[in-house]
């Protein structure tokens, strides 16, 4: 039988564990956690790190800013200021257009191009025209003044050695220029015409004795 005053006892004991209990919940509630600073530096140091883009390469700067000076001096009619950075042995090689035909393309050495710059009745068959097959029979300054026609590439995305075909016409620059880098100047056309009039310059470069030569000017645009 349970007396009373073992029941007290018992009630007691139960309340002071109750008290204690209660006690270090409160405790634990308002002890602040002190934080693992080591681990969640490092936590945020590699989402910083995933986070960053890779610093971009550039390489391929110099080769930019050589096609850009010959660019601008083919859109502001400079054309001899280009004549130091054509190939000294193989000369520069025009193409209307991206199917390159080293047999009939017009090619010309550095002496050749500063002379036939001063030439303007001195005329050359370029190649034909896509769709009436018509010869292009004009002097080189006309040429490089209606058919390069670099001021039309003022604003014009500029890529490297990039050559995926905008056109219907077979583009071989690949196979003719394994070893050359290829500048291009891409201009996308108007929406007045779909697009349809968008124009490619493509500027080739060879190294020679340590420096980058032009070896080729090359246009592209709309075939039929």
């Known amino acids: 039988m349970t007396t009373l005053s073992h029941y007290k006892l018992v009630t007691g004991s139960c309340f002071a564990f109750l008290i204690m209990a209660t006690g270090c ?3 634990a509630a308002t002890t602040p956690v002190t934080p693992n600073t080591q681990s969640s530096n490092k936590n945020n140091n590699q989402n910083n790190n995933s986070s960053t883009p890779a610093k971009p390469q ?20 400079n054309y001899a200021s280009i004549i130091d950075d054509i190939h000294p042995t193989r ?7 991206a199917y390159v035909r080293p047999e009939s393309d017009k090619t010309f050495s550095r002496v ?3 002379q036939y710059l001063q030439e303007s009745k001195m005329r050359f ?3 034909k025209l896509d769709g009436i097959g018509d010869l292009l029979i004009i002097p080189l300054p006309k040429y490089l003044d209606t058919w390069v026609a670099g001021n039309k590439f003022n604003d014009a995305r500029i890529s490297i050695n990039e050559f995926k075909s905008t056109g219907n016409m077979i583009n071989n ?6 070893k050359s880098d290829v500048v291009n100047f891409y201009h996308k056309g108007s929406d007045e015409y779909a697009g349809m009039d968008w124009r490619m310059l493509r ?3 060879d190294e020679y004795q340590g420096k980058r030569y032009l070896v080729a000017i090359i246009n592209d645009q709309w075939t039929i």
């Open 25 to 27: 919940q409160s405790l």
């Open 58 to 77: 550039t390489p391929q700067q110099p080769l930019t800013q050589q096609a850009l000076h010959i660019q601008h001096a083919l859109a502001n009619k």
């Open 91 to 97: 000369g520069v090689r025009f193409s209307m257009y």
């Open 112 to 114: 050749q191009f500063a």
């Open 125 to 127: 068959t370029w190649g």
């Open 173 to 178: 620059i690949e196979d003719i220029y394994q």
């Open 203 to 205: 500027l080739v470069f």
